[in-house]
């Protein structure tokens, strides 16, 4: 016992050294695949709104009317990729989560008629579809760095 004592002590900067290398190893592996998950997570959250901003920019169709039957699809994705944000980054992210898709007052109202223009103006059509797409847009650029 006193020799396999005698062995480490005598090599103890190699046992520090490779347990240094073996600290720093792992956690670059873990960093590498945490960075391909929120990569992922970011692809596919871009996904979710990209037909729907497709079809908001080349539509004719009341935005409401387009972004109504996808609401449960970008809460889901919302929920989905928050968890991969940087911390200081979430509070901002659903804020402009909230003022997407939320009644200012009521938060857990959901209130997309504030993008609808039936009856409305061209213009007026025109400012809420311009509206709703700067929305989408905010939100979808907290996915384009990850």
């Given at each position: ?141 907290y996915a384009e760095h990850a």
């Amino acid at each position: 016992m006193k020799e396999i004592l005698d062995a480490i002590t005598g090599q103890l900067p190699a046992v520090i050294g490779g347990l240094l290398v073996a600290g720093v190893s792992g956690y670059l592996l873990w960093r590498n695949t945490f960075s391909n998950r929120r990569a992922s997570a970011a692809a596919k959250f871009r996904a979710t709104f990209a037909d729907d901003l497709s079809r908001l920019r080349n539509s004719n169709d009341c935005p409401a009317d387009i972004l109504s039957p996808r609401f449960p699809a970008h809460e889901a994705a919302v929920t989905e990729y928050v968890q991969f944000l940087r911390w200081f980054r979430r509070k901002s992210f659903v804020r402009a989560w909230h003022q997407y898709a939320y009644h200012d007052r009521e938060k857990n109202l959901q209130f997309l008629t504030q993008y609808s223009a039936k009856g409305q103006s061209v213009e007026e059509k025109k400012r809420r579809r311009d509206l709703a797409i700067a929305r989408l847009n905010n939100l979808l650029s907290y996915a384009e760095h990850a």
